[in-house]
């Protein structure tokens, strides 16, 4: 046996400097000596500043002691509980979980949501060509329950429900560039069994014929099976890999479970599966038969369509087990309780899942790190500076020095309070709620507790009229507590180190945020005499932190085109997270042009007049400065809402935001005010408002330009069109090919419309002659306004849509930042396409894009009324018939 190593204690274990009194006196006695030289040369213990001293290492080794605290119970509130949220603290399955993206995880989604399915199994659709329609597009393979496919045969309308179910989860979770075009409800094939297996005579044959049949119909069509956290990390699975995917209600789906849809049932799989079981010892024979019931050892291919299921109590089964001491048939045996038993515990379809989804409550001890207890109370009586304070025969003299001591000390003890603060508000520093009355990162607290220290703060001995000391310490906006406040932290302070906090805890998600639209957003839309403590970029962060959960869980998330969208409705995950990238204010999507439909903003479409030169002008003199104004169209009285922008060029919604932009004049002749305008490109100055008096033309600017801004911010936006959506439907006859030599030529085209698979056959039959010719294939669909479109238009493509006239976006470097965002946080396979497009060209497009959506819920025919749509976005992949 090996020799156990002893356990020794240290006794000279290294310690922090902090915790060590005796190491910080001595170091903090060099440091005097350093500074002090010759001035100083005693430092016994009776020294005054040698006491003060040690009084301050004793201090100090206080504020270590409570900092070497766990950081549960340095995070722990009053309650003894730690808010997750103001600590940007998420549930393992909120945080690693998230929503469906591969094939496995909706497999896993449905099984889950839909209790009546077995098995599903989503693949997609093939095509012959790389460019086709059906990237993106998928068919599902659906395996319902046994018992009600049995009960539904000759009536499919008895399983819509489960498939609409189906397809109601599919359409929820839907991500971007993909869509269901086809469900496959799956027909049982009934398999039967002939077997003779030799077995251990020592097991109950009953228990071990349950058995083997339960191996028989797992190794058909082999159960989804739910597993607990706690079986799963038993099986060596790791924290990540089980909450990895969408979080499940009925348990976790190992990805071993979820196998590919099998075409052939192989009597080796059923040899292999019931030899497994524990009391086998050998499969003399085993044979299978399909619907024909002719026997056969060799792989049996199944029907398009369809499921191999194995009735057990079928009459066909013949499967005899024998041992040396006995013969067992299944047909002779009742066995079906042990059977059904074995059957429903192996198959799982529930354990629950009450572990993760909720985050568990934080708990820990309340160690009140923040209070602090003047070290003034430690002094010698002799100091005369503790609570008992001096004898009443000490000299006035005597009573100044003390007092001027304690001032002294309020220095270092506010220091030291400060830390302490700070240590029991860590919750506030790195909280990502910015709605708190005080913010600030740098805490203090009163030094109330301090022998009869109301005598030396000037707030309270100088406050006029005279307050009460116990009412002055409940005053948190006391002339002390603000100085503490203003004095430790300014405004800018503050934002630049929220802003290193907040950067910090968004990392821990691996998110950098670009800061660059808030900044143009400040810029355009700002008002600069307003300031705020917590700006913009502090509660943009803070916003994407606090709901860091949703959005990135489903950054690609598409919506759900059959329900009711737009009145209004919520943005789909993908559109979402990157509208709080570009930070586009409002929660809601709403039509982007709305905000012109009010009665004195109404767009109408037209050119300008080719009569301009021959309109009024006038000069004016504004502080020697001579201007020219149009007085075009001017009635002889004011318009009611004072001001007019209807006939401005849209760059009025930018460089009208400016006053530099804007003159106030008078017009002695009509005894009114003009407000003129000019774009700082034009030469004439053009009227927007006409007022009685100047300080009314004032006011009414600084009302017009917080319109113009009102305007500019209501409609900020985009819309995110799906081009795999406005394809037709793979059964509608609306696709067609041409087959091209190498010089371009038409060799072949299509006689006429095909379906999809028809034009699928009529291409595959064309593959050797085009080998042959060296001949290479187009293909197209049918538009309804005599034009055909390539069919490369459908193909992982997106385009997004913006409004043109919002100040903001009507700058380049924004446009050109918007785009590359867009590029960047979409998956590198969507091709995309911008539109900027002004208010007539958006409203245009919204009346296509709107009625395009209404087909789409209602599974219409697109290609007839979407053409203008398609026309919009696609013009270049167009082609004559």
Not at 460 to 485: R, S, V
Request: hydrophobic content about 40%; overall charge negative; aromatic content about 12%.
């Amino acid at each position: 046996m090996a020799d156990t190593p002893s356990v020794v204690i240290n006794r000279d274990k290294a310690r922090d400097a902090a915790f060590d009194y005796e190491q910080l006196r001595r170091e903090a006695i060099a440091h005097v000596q350093a500074l002090s030289g010759n001035t100083w040369t005693d430092y016994n213990l009776h020294d005054p500043g040698v006491t003060i001293l040690e009084q301050l290492c004793y201090a100090i080794t206080d504020l270590a002691y409570r900092t070497d605290f766990p950081i549960d119970e340095i995070l722990a509130d009053k309650n003894g509980n730690i808010d997750p949220l103001l600590h940007t603290f998420f549930a393992k399955a909120a945080i690693l979980s998230s929503a469906p993206v591969t094939v496995n995880d909706y497999r896993k989604l449905i099984l889950d949501e839909v209790d009546e399915i077995e098995n599903v199994w989503i693949e997609p659709i093939p095509s012959l060509q790389p460019c086709g329609t059906t990237k993106g597009t998928y068919r599902l393979y659906l395996q319902i329950q046994d018992e009600l496919v049995t009960a539904a045969a000759g009536d499919p309308d008895m399983l819509k429900p489960v498939v609409v179910a189906v397809e109601r989860c599919m359409m929820a979770y839907r991500n971007i560039g993909e869509d269901v075009e086809a469900f496959v409800v799956l027909q049982p094939q009934e398999i039967s069994l002939k077997a003779e297996i030799m077995v251990d005579s020592r097991y109950d044959p009953q228990e071990l014929m349950a058995h083997m049949c339960n191996a028989f119909e797992f190794a058909l069509h082999p159960p989804i099976r739910f597993f607990t956290e706690a079986e799963l990390l038993d099986k060596g699975y790791s924290i990540e890999e089980i909450y990895c995917g969408p979080l499940l209600k009925k348990g976790f789906i190992v990805e071993s479970d979820l196998r590919p849809r099998s075409s052939i049932v192989d009597p080796a799989v059923l040899v292999k599966a019931v030899s497994e079981v524990a009391g086998v010892i050998k499969v003399k024979t085993l044979s299978i038969a399909g619907d024909d019931g002719n026997y056969s050892a060799r792989p049996l291919t199944l029907k398009p369509g369809s499921y191999p299921m194995l009735q057990i109590a079928g009459d066909k089964n013949d499967i005899k087990i024998f041992s040396d001491k006995y013969e067992y048939r299944l047909k002779e045996v009742a066995f079906w309780n042990t059977y059904q038993k074995m059957k429903i515990i192996a198959r799982r379809k529930f354990v629950g899942q009450k572990t993760g989804d909720v985050h568990t409550p934080l708990k820990a001890a309340y160690r009140d790190l923040s209070w602090y207890y003047s070290l003034q109370h430690h002094f010698p009586y002799i100091y005369g500076i503790g609570e008992e304070g001096l004898d009443k025969q000490a000299t006035e003299r005597r009573k100044a020095q003390a007092k001027q001591l304690k001032a002294y000390l309020l220095f270092f003890e506010q220091l030291l309070a400060n830390y302490l603060a700070q240590l029991g508000s860590m919750g506030n520093f790195f909280s990502p709620l910015t709605d708190h009355a005080t913010p600030y990162t740098y805490a203090a607290q009163p030094l109330y507790n301090v022998p009869h220290v109301r005598q030396l703060l000037s707030a309270f001995t100088g406050k006029q009229p005279a307050q009460e000391w116990d009412e002055f310490k409940e005053d948190i906006g006391n002339g002390y507590m603000k100085a503490l406040q203003q004095e430790q932290e300014t405004s800018k302070t503050y934002q630049e180190r929220k802003t290193r906090v907040l950067d910090h805890l968004l990392a821990r998600f691996n998110l950098s945020l670009m800061k660059y639209p808030v900044t143009v957003y400040e810029h355009v839309y700002g008002d600069a005499a307003n300031e705020p403590r917590i700006s913009r970029e502090l509660e943009w962060k803070a916003d994407i932190l606090r709901n860091v959960v949703k959005l990135t869980a489903n950054r690609l998330h598409s919506f759900d085109y059959t329900t009711d969208l737009f009145t209004p409705g919520e943005w789909s995950g993908y559109e979402n997270w990157l509208r709080h990238l570009l930070y586009i204010p409002g929660g809601k999507r709403k039509r982007l042009s709305e905000v012109f439909d009010a009665e004195h903003l109404k767009v109408e479409v037209h050119t300008r007049p080719d009569h301009m030169h021959l309109w009024l002008t006038k000069e004016y003199t504004v502080r020697d400065e001579v201007i020219k104004v149009t007085l075009q169209d001017l009635p002889d009285t004011p318009p009611e809402n004072r001001y007019d922008y209807g006939n401005q060029p849209v760059s009025f919604l930018k460089h009208g935001l400016s006053t530099e932009n804007y003159r106030i004049v008078y017009d002695e002749e009509r005894r009114e005010y003009l407000v003129v305008y000019r774009h700082r490109r034009h030469e004439v100055w053009r009227v927007v408002i006409r007022a009685g008096t100047r300080a009314h033309a004032t006011h009414a600017l600084q009302d017009m330009i917080k319109h113009l801004r009102s305007i500019s911010e209501q409609s900020e936006g985009f819309y995110l069109v799906e081009h795999l959506l406005m394809k037709p439907w793979n059964y509608e006859r609306n696709f067609g090919y041409r087959m091209y030599d190498r010089d371009g030529n038409i060799l072949k085209e299509h006689p006429y419309w095909y379906t999809f698979d028809e034009r699928e056959e009529a291409v595959a039959a064309l593959q050797e002659e085009a080998a042959a010719q060296h001949a290479y294939f187009e293909f197209y669909v049918k538009q309804g306004n005599g034009r055909m479109l390539r069919e490369d238009f459908y193909r992982f493509g997106l385009t997004v849509v913006f409004p043109a006239w919002p100040a903001r976006f009507q700058l380049p470097e924004f446009r050109a930042f918007a785009e590359e965002l867009f590029r960047e946080h979409t998956p590198v396979q969507f091709v995309i396409q911008f539109k900027w497009l002004g208010i007539g060209a958006m409203r245009s497009f919204e009346k296509e894009y709107f009625n395009w959506l209404d087909l789409l819920r209602q599974k219409k025919d697109l290609q007839q009324d979407t053409s203008e749509l398609i026309k919009i976005l696609a013009a270049e992949h167009y082609f004559d018939l």
